[in-house]
């Protein structure tokens, strides 16, 4: 078998990691999709470094599996547009795309594994939904927390991690990276048994 048909044979994935571009946003709660996906690509030995369909791109192999690894770069609430162009671009299955993003309505240092949904008010994931059509398509979502007092949700997500954050976040994101392989290397319902079962990552 050539090498050609080898590369044609793989099942490619398409993992995406909401957040929103720019430096000074980087360290937000908002941004730890793009957070997952930097540790997977280092993991991985990949680099973003190439841009298409108005996101950060990098690809590579993981146990016979090709994934495309993608940071949409249209700040958050337009990250469908990114997403649908590259579903198109790859001809990527939706069950074969995995949105990773953050959520407020799940205690820090909990996750969750789903194969559908809804947005829960998530604007990232509102726009995946509205540009694809359709809710059908899993997701990892990793818990931040519900803001403090009367704190705004739309400023805590802009927010960085506190400096106790800081320290667990590590743990999540390790944890956050084997979620996203056993996915792939297994299906979405042996992750969901796997990392849903237990309430605390760490």
């Not at 909990?110 to 509102?126: D, W």
């Not at 705004?152 to 976040?169: G, H, R, T, W």
């Amino acid at each position: 078998m050539t090498e050609q048909l080898r590369e044609m044979e793989k099942t490619t994935y398409l993992l995406i990691g909401l957040g929103n571009p720019g430096r000074e946003y980087r360290g937000n709660r908002h941004n730890i999709g793009f957070m997952v996906l930097d540790h997977l690509a280092a993991k991985m030995g990949l680099t973003f470094s190439r841009m298409e369909s108005k996101a950060l791109v990098t690809k590579g192999d993981l146990q016979g599996h090709r994934l495309v690894l993608a940071k949409p770069q249209t700040y958050m609430n337009l990250s469908g547009q990114a997403v649908r162009a590259l579903m198109n671009f790859y001809k990527i299955p939706l069950e074969n795309l995995l949105v990773i993003y953050d959520d407020v309505d799940l205690p820090f240092e909990t996750m969750r594994l789903r194969p559908q949904g809804g947005s829960a008010g998530q604007k990232g994931v509102q726009s995946i939904i509205e540009n694809l059509g359709t809710s059908d398509f899993s997701r990892l979502r990793i818990g931040i927390g519900r803001p403090p007092g009367q704190m705004q949700a739309a400023d805590y997500v802009l927010q960085n991690f506190s400096k106790a954050e800081l320290d667990i976040l590590p743990f999540i994101l390790q944890r956050s990276t084997e979620a996203v392989i056993t996915y792939v290397t297994n299906d979405i319902e042996t992750a969901m048994n796997k990392f849903n079962a237990s309430q605390e990552i760490t």
